[in-house]
């Protein structure tokens, strides 16, 4: 039997290779890492508190899936009033309505309670096989903020694996990776799985504090129906059948559909069902979900713009309106946030007791004309 020895030029090519691996994994393990760091929110003066959301359960502390919750308490009595961002991280225009409310809004009376990243978790990964961005930036005159683009759902590396089959706390049977969808696990339990904890925490949430009226914003790819829309509870079809007719009257149009009652875990049904709040959600259109699009980069989250969408709208495709000029941010932002004026305004002509009323929050005019860098807090160096 032969020996063969391995030169010297063999052996400094294997380490050659290990330590460009090393080199690669160091990188690459940055930034994975980076995306687990919360780019700064700047409470605006009319925050009055910061809380975590596992004061409202103890299950989520010291988890990927605590997050800030943010309260304005005003001048005068009145109601409360929840609004979420971020139950879906890849719906931008939610999480940053909810980011402007948090910088800009100042309360006099009632109390407003947000949450901009409702599944903090979800912000920490991007959806597989989407190439999505990571980051997205908007400029302010002093610099870009910067934004976590995020998922769909829970990130696997907080809750793994999925079942085949997942049944939520509601009792629906679904496809085992929506076990990770917050929007399919209200009303949660403390003893399931993370994202039914966190679902749990915000049941616990609108209960302890008597939440009025609970708002879940969010958004949806152009070809899906229920879009540009108020979606709510049967207790709450009043309140959004009247919000709509009155924004049509401002040049605003939008929907209203009835939550079904056979569509289990999701808010707009939950929170109605377990709680006394009135329940609503509200979705725009955001083309960078949709299974239509070209590339998807920074440009279409914020412009809104893509031919192939312009191409399918000429067909009637679509459920909405789509030109060249697309569904810019400014446009997706602002609806949110009139809308949501519009419900406090109704519905304090209605309950006067639990009326909520705020003050500096941009209409979808203001967003048009001035862009929505200008309601954004410039970056804070130092942070």
């Not at 005003?74 to 971020?86: A, D, K, Y």
């Not at 979800?122 to 096989?129: E, F, I, K, N």
């Not at 969808?181 to 679902?199: C, S, V």
């Amino acid at each position: 039997m032969s020996t063969r020895r391995v030169g010297w030029g063999t052996w400094w090519t294997a380490l050659t290779l290990l330590g460009g691996l090393i080199v690669v994994l160091v990188f690459t393990g940055l930034e994975f890492t980076a995306m687990w760091s919360d780019p700064p929110i700047y409470p605006g003066p009319g925050v009055t508190e910061v809380r975590k959301l596992s004061d409202y359960a103890p299950v989520i502390a010291d988890t990927a899936a605590d997050t800030e919750v943010y309260i304005l308490q005003g001048t005068e009595p009145g109601g409360t009033v929840l609004i979420l961002g971020g139950n879906h991280p890849n719906e931008p225009a939610a999480k940053l309505a909810a980011v402007v409310i948090v910088e800009r809004a100042e309360v006099t009376s009632g109390r407003v309670i947000v949450v901009p990243r409702a599944n903090r978790s979800g912000h920490t990964c991007t959806d597989p096989h989407e190439g999505y961005p990571q980051f997205f930036e908007i400029d302010t005159p002093d610099g870009p903020r910067s934004f976590r683009y995020g998922s769909r759902a829970t990130n696997p590396i907080h809750q793994w694996p999925d079942p085949v089959i997942h049944i939520n706390a509601a009792g629906q049977t679904l496809a085992g990776q929506e076990v990770r969808n917050l929007n399919r696990a209200f009303p949660g339990r403390d003893t399931g799985y993370l994202t039914e904890q966190l679902a749990h925490a915000y049941v616990e949430l609108i209960r302890t504090e008597r939440v009025d009226l609970a708002g879940d914003l969010h958004e949806a790819s152009p070809e899906y129906p229920v879009i540009n829309a108020i979606v709510a509870h049967d207790r709450a079809m009043d309140l959004a059948v009247e919000t709509s007719m009155l924004l049509e009257l401002e040049g605003v149009r939008i929907g209203v559909e009835r939550s079904p009652a056979g569509l289990r875990g999701l808010s707009h049904r939950e929170w109605g069902d377990a709680t006394d709040t009135l329940a609503v959600l509200l979705e725009t259109a955001n083309p960078a979900q949709g299974r239509l699009r070209g590339r998807t980069d920074t440009d279409l989250i914020l412009t809104g713009q893509d031919r192939f969408y312009v191409s399918a709208a000429r067909r009637g495709l679509l459920y909405v309106p789509f030109t060249d000029s697309g569904h810019p941010i400014e446009e997706r932002v602002g609806r949110h946030l009139t809308t949501l004026d519009m419900l406090l305004a109704v519905h304090a002509t209605h309950s006067p007791e639990s009326a909520v009323r705020w003050e500096g929050v941009p209409m979808l005019t203001e967003l048009r004309a001035s862009g929505l860098s200008a309601y954004l807090t410039p970056p804070d160096p130092e942070l």
